[in-house]
């Protein structure tokens, strides 16, 4: 066991985005000295869906620093600078980032800071009361195989989220039944297959689908695309819809009920889960074109499908999908020998957190209650925090999740360890408002 004596102001968990983007922002903050913890050996994000020619849903200048900090050196623009890419990015005249350089440039922010330590999977967390309150982080050295022990005043919680399977999987092969998120690691048996289905109906449904049709002639497999909902829908991106993704829609979101904040996640669909307009043309188009030769017939797409297990059939190399088109509550099987499963994701919190959980307050049994700086409540009101970035949407709505927020939310972070302005954070920042407190009463 190796202790460190060295009291650090915040310990990030995990280093997805999020917490990269505290520790870019706290490279320029001196007052605040933070370490940041990742069990994998280097940096990287959702690299079994990075396909070639796939974009981020939010603009470039919602990369790790730039909304807090334009003049930052860790800003997308000067990667692209440092890469000699800038010219090439301004003729590609687009504010769109490839997923993939996207992924190069947070790996290249993460290799120059010396906060971020890869390589440690946290396995314990203890707050310790003393004349001078920490909390202890025990960690498993992944290449030395040793333990380390680290104190901190602050905690901070971005272990981000696990692939989600709804549906019963029990006896089939992961590489032939398997996540969206490890797309990329099977792709190429999968496309050499005689059959392949994607059950989803969100952006990383539409993107292995759109790229398994790209390559069908190629390989001559079936291809099918099943989704629970009632249709392949559009995100809605009209300028004003996208004003929720804003910091004065998460203030004022925070501010609701419980109950109201769960109505309002419904309502708030076909922002939060639609599929990416510039995804579903192209593949509308292709479509269209093989129809002229009536080369089509090998693609089924169905809404209003939900598969609801998955089990081998005595066919070698073959699963059976046991499906209900449920608004003719009709049941149905079909069968394919991959299955991709876009199904979503739920947020990662690990065991050593349920320690905590008779400390803190819940709004229900399953989620927390969370500050509007990301704080968690504890009941005794204790003066070492620990901020949450995973498990959010029930009380940070519909950009719990989003890029574009990451900063935002580092910036009231921040400034609460501070326990001053050290970022000042962005007013009225869209043209509408979500509340009556402008108007004379």
Not at 389 to 398: F, I, K, V, Y
Request: proline letters at 4%; hydrophobic letters at 35%.
């Amino acid at each position: 066991m190796t202790e460190n004596n060295k009291v650090y102001d915040v310990i990030g968990i995990g280093v997805g985005p999020f917490n990269l983007s505290l520790a870019a922002l706290l490279d320029r903050v001196p007052e605040i000295d933070g370490l940041f913890l990742e069990q994998s050996s280097h940096f990287e994000w959702h690299p079994g869906m990075l396909i070639e020619g796939t974009d981020l849903q939010v603009p470039f200048l919602a990369d790790l620093v730039t909304l807090a900090d334009p003049t930052s050196p860790y800003s997308f623009l000067n990667y692209l600078h440092e890469q000699g890419r800038l010219y090439k990015f301004y003729f590609f005249n687009r504010f769109d980032i490839p997923r993939r350089e996207y992924n190069d440039y947070a790996a290249w922010v993460a290799s120059q800071l010396d906060t971020c330590r890869f390589g440690k999977r946290v396995v314990d967390v203890d707050f310790v009361k003393n004349d001078n309150p920490v909390y202890e982080i025990t960690i498993h050295d992944t290449e030395t195989q040793g333990t380390e022990r680290f104190q901190a005043r602050h905690i901070v919680l971005g272990t981000g989220t696990i692939p989600m399977i709804p549906m019963e999987t029990d006896g089939c092969s992961s590489e032939d039944v398997f996540h969206s998120s490890q797309y990329r690691f099977y792709e190429k048996s999968a496309k050499e297959t005689n059959s392949v289905t994607v059950v989803g109906s969100g952006q990383s449904a539409a993107e292995v689908f759109y790229d398994l049709l790209l390559d069908q002639k190629h390989y001559d497999y079936e291809l099918t695309w099943y989704t629970r909902s009632a249709g392949f829908l559009q995100l809605e991106s009209a300028k004003l819809g996208q004003e929720v993704f804003s910091p004065d829609y998460v203030a004022y979101f925070n501010e609701l009920s419980f109950d109201s904040r769960k109505e309002a996640l419904s309502n708030l669909g076909q922002l939060r889960k639609g599929i990416d307009p510039e995804t579903l043309r192209p593949i509308y188009d292709l479509l269209y074109h093989r129809s002229v030769d009536q080369n089509t017939r090998q693609v089924t797409i169905q809404p209003l499908t939900e598969v609801t297990s998955i089990e081998r059939e005595q066919t070698e190399g073959a699963y059976k999908l046991n499906c209900n088109q449920w608004q003719k509550d009709e049941a149905f099987t079909d069968s394919s020998e991959i299955v991709i499963l876009a199904t979503g994701y739920k947020p990662h919190l690990p065991d050593w957190f349920q320690k905590f959980s008779e400390s803190i307050e819940w709004e229900d049994k399953k989620r927390y209650k969370v500050t509007e700086d990301y704080r968690l409540l504890f009941n005794d009101n204790r003066k070492n925090q620990f901020f949450t970035l995973t498990n959010l949407e029930h009380s940070h709505g519909a950009g719990a999740t989003n890029l574009g927020l990451s900063v935002y939310r580092n910036q009231k972070i921040i400034n609460s360890i501070a326990d001053k302005e050290i970022f000042p954070i962005s007013k009225s920042t869209v043209f509408q408002q979500f509340g009556p407190e402008n108007h004379n009463k």
